[in-house]
């Protein structure tokens, strides 16, 4: 081959690599921007992150007066006493009439005689990550900025960096996936998840969705072999900062950090990591496996990930403790919603929460009928593995590969906590939270041997017609749902 073939060749070569994410984004937007439709025109009632990117570029770590309705903010009173003191807090719900908890932790029992005046402060609760995002926009647009089109622009994205996880999965012969492979799985994200109705309606609980997907492709892509440890610390601190459990998807950086720094296995260890179908037992495995860890390396490449993570954090704790005099409150506890009385008794994470929502995450089905509209859905969503059944395939994987564990560690663990978290994700199509590790899901398709054959893209396509009903309807016609509660409240 000539050196101008060659040239010729690697051009065709970088274009295709080009011209393959610049198609999934210009179909993808197409497919969000049709099924957003009216919603575009204005941005969402709940836009509460334009009001704290406004609230940024004016200094002010509160709202400047009252919201435009009382949906998830942060309210907290502050009193002024007949006898001079001020405090902060929230009137307790439990307990008893005029019992009143400070932001510092206090129980007062304040009766009206006892009050000389009060102020209602409200906040934005929702970590902060995509109203920093939203900055240059709202400087340029105001309020006016619009949230609907933001979420899309974004959300188009995804889907490129899920393509590129995948390929990256390959690359590494991680993957065995052709490239129809990847991109069918890549168009199982992108429409056939709860990604595409959350791309599509803007909101405050939906665009940090979608920025911690984005954000979890990227520290996968920094994860991956362990190469770029101090991003892939970043990304997880921002995700942090855009949606709580990203930080617990942890397990596949420190699983691929442990991977590459690892001593060459003995002839004994190797015929038992080539042979597919024989699993050691974990303990022996284990006193197998960590003389093997060269643990300087290791430590360092840690520590190098944990130095950003560390510095987003501690942004955090700071605005926290201004605003809530507390470094761990993010403002929740004040959240002025019906529910309020459920997160003083029970907290935020509590096991009174997990039937609720080991129900809500795996069985929840739509409600058939025999008259018009046929369908409904619980306010409580779908279960995910009616919104995308080709996940039902992970509970078992076919092959083995290094990645596995880690990527299974990832989605378990953020998982427990939306398990055990106070609220299920209501008001949803489906079952939102699993965003937060859906990236890695998909991973784990992608590296667990399974055929994707027919019945598995058949999965998909009625995963993807799911989806587009819900992109659709979600929001915009209600005779389609009903609001279901659970006995747990």
Same mark, same amino acid.
């Given at each position: 081959?000539?050196?101008?073939?060659?040239?010729t060749?690697?051009?065709?070569?970088?274009?295709?690599?080009?011209?393959?994410?610049?198609?999934?984004?210009?179909?993808? @937007?197409?497919?969000?921007?049709?099924?957003?439709?009216?919603?575009?025109?204005?941005?969402?009632?709940?836009?509460?992150?334009v009001?704290?990117?406004?609230?940024?570029?004016?200094?002010?770590?509160?709202l400047?007066?009252?919201? +435009?309705?009382?949906?998830?903010?942060?309210?907290?009173?502050?009193?002024?006493?007949?006898?001079?003191?001020?405090?902060?807090?929230?009137?307790?719900?439990?307990g008893?009439?005029?019992?009143?908890?400070?932001?510092?932790?206090?129980?007062?029992?304040?009766?009206?005689?006892?009050?000389?005046?009060?102020?209602?402060?409200?906040?934005?609760?929702?970590?902060?990550? *995509?109203?920093?995002?939203?900055?240059?926009?709202?400087?340029?647009?105001?309020?006016?900025?619009?949230?609907?089109?933001?979420?899309?622009?974004?959300?188009?994205?995804?889907?490129?960096?899920?393509?590129?996880?995948?390929?990256r999965?390959?690359?590494?012969?991680?993957?065995?996936?052709?490239?129809?492979?990847?991109?069918?799985?890549?168009?199982?994200?992108?429409?056939?998840?709860?990604?595409?109705?959350?791309?599509?309606?803007?909101?405050?609980?939906?665009?940090?969705?979608?920025?911690?997907?984005?954000?979890?492709?990227?520290?996968?892509?920094?994860?991956?072999?362990?190469?770029?440890?101090?991003?892939?610390?970043?990304?997880?601190?921002?995700?942090?900062?855009?949606r709580?459990?990203?930080?617990?998807?942890?397990?596949?950086?420190?699983?691929?950090? @442990?991977?590459?720094?690892?001593? *060459?296995?003995?002839e004994?260890?190797?015929?038992?990591?080539?042979?597919?179908?024989h699993? *050691?037992?974990?303990?022996?495995?284990?006193?197998?496996?960590?003389?093997?860890?060269?643990?300087?390396?290791?430590?360092?490449?840690?520590?190098?990930?944990?130095?950003?993570?560390?510095?987003?954090?501690?942004?955090?704790?700071i605005l926290?403790?201004?605003?809530?005099?507390?470094p761990?409150?993010?403002?929740?506890?004040?959240?002025?919603?019906?529910?309020?009385?459920?997160?003083?008794r029970?907290?935020?994470?509590?096991y009174?929460?997990l039937?609720?929502?080991?129900?809500?995450?795996?069985?929840?089905l739509?409600?058939?009928?025999?008259?018009? +509209?046929?369908?409904?859905?619980?306010?409580?969503?779908?279960g995910?593995?009616?919104?995308?059944p080709?996940?039902?395939?992970?509970?078992? +994987?076919?092959?083995?590969?290094?990645?596995?564990?880690?990527?299974?560690?990832?989605?378990?663990?953020?998982?427990?906590?939306h398990?055990?978290y106070?609220?299920?994700?209501?008001?949803?199509?489906?079952?939102?939270?699993?965003?937060?590790?859906?990236?890695?899901?998909?991973?784990?398709?992608?590296?667990?041997?399974?055929?994707?054959? +027919?019945?598995a893209?058949?999965?998909?396509?009625?995963?993807?017609?799911?989806?587009?009903?819900?992109?659709?309807?979600?929001?915009?016609?209600?005779?389609?749902?009903?609001?279901?509660?659970? *006995?747990v409240?």
């Open positions: 081959m000539t050196q101008d073939e060659q040239q060749n690697g051009k065709r070569g970088a274009l295709r690599r080009l011209g393959i994410p610049l198609v999934i984004y210009a179909i993808c @937007l197409g497919g969000y921007l049709g099924a957003s439709g009216s919603r575009l025109k204005k941005p969402s009632n709940d836009n509460h992150y009001h704290l990117a406004h609230d940024m570029l004016h200094g002010r770590l509160s400047e007066g009252s919201p +435009p309705h009382q949906n998830d903010w942060a309210l907290v009173t502050e009193l002024t006493l007949n006898d001079g003191r001020k405090v902060r807090g929230t009137f307790l719900k439990t008893g009439t005029g019992w009143f908890k400070t932001t510092r932790g206090e129980r007062l029992l304040l009766t009206g005689d006892k009050i000389r005046s009060r102020r209602y402060v409200y906040y934005v609760s929702f970590p902060w990550f *995509p109203a920093l995002l939203m900055l240059p926009f709202v400087a340029i647009w105001g309020m006016k900025f619009n949230d609907v089109i933001f979420n899309v622009c974004v959300g188009a994205f995804n889907p490129v960096l899920v393509y590129l996880v995948l390929r999965l390959v690359a590494l012969k991680l993957s065995q996936r052709t490239l129809r492979e990847d991109l069918w799985l890549t168009a199982c994200f992108a429409f056939g998840t709860v990604h595409f109705y959350s791309s599509v309606i803007g909101q405050v609980w939906y665009t940090a969705h979608v920025v911690g997907v984005t954000l979890t492709c990227l520290y996968a892509l920094a994860a991956l072999e362990g190469r770029h440890t101090f991003l892939a610390g970043l990304f997880l601190g921002l995700g942090f900062v855009s709580t459990p990203i930080p617990f998807t942890f397990p596949l950086l420190l699983g691929e950090i @442990l991977r590459k720094n690892l001593a *060459p296995a003995t004994a260890q190797q015929a038992v990591n080539a042979d597919p179908c699993r *050691p037992p974990l303990l022996p495995w284990i006193k197998s496996y960590l003389p093997r860890i060269r643990w300087r390396p290791v430590l360092g490449k840690g520590a190098l990930a944990a130095l950003p993570a560390a510095l987003v954090a501690g942004v955090a704790m926290n403790y201004l605003r809530f005099d507390r761990l409150e993010f403002g929740h506890y004040y959240l002025n919603v019906r529910w309020a009385e459920r997160i003083q029970w907290g935020l994470f509590n009174h929460f039937a609720r929502n080991l129900a809500v995450m795996f069985t929840l739509p409600r058939i009928m025999t008259k018009s +509209p046929y369908v409904k859905i619980s306010w409580h969503g779908l995910i593995f009616f919104t995308t080709i996940f039902a395939y992970l509970i078992w +994987p076919r092959r083995r590969s290094p990645v596995q564990p880690w990527l299974y560690l990832s989605c378990l663990l953020p998982m427990i906590l398990l055990f106070q609220n299920s994700g209501w008001v949803q199509f489906g079952y939102r939270f699993s965003l937060d590790y859906t990236v890695f899901l998909m991973a784990l398709w992608a590296v667990g041997g399974y055929r994707l054959g +027919p019945l893209k058949a999965l998909i396509l009625f995963g993807i017609g799911v989806n587009t009903f819900g992109a659709i309807t979600f929001g915009r016609y209600w005779n389609f749902y009903w609001d279901g509660m659970f *006995p409240q």
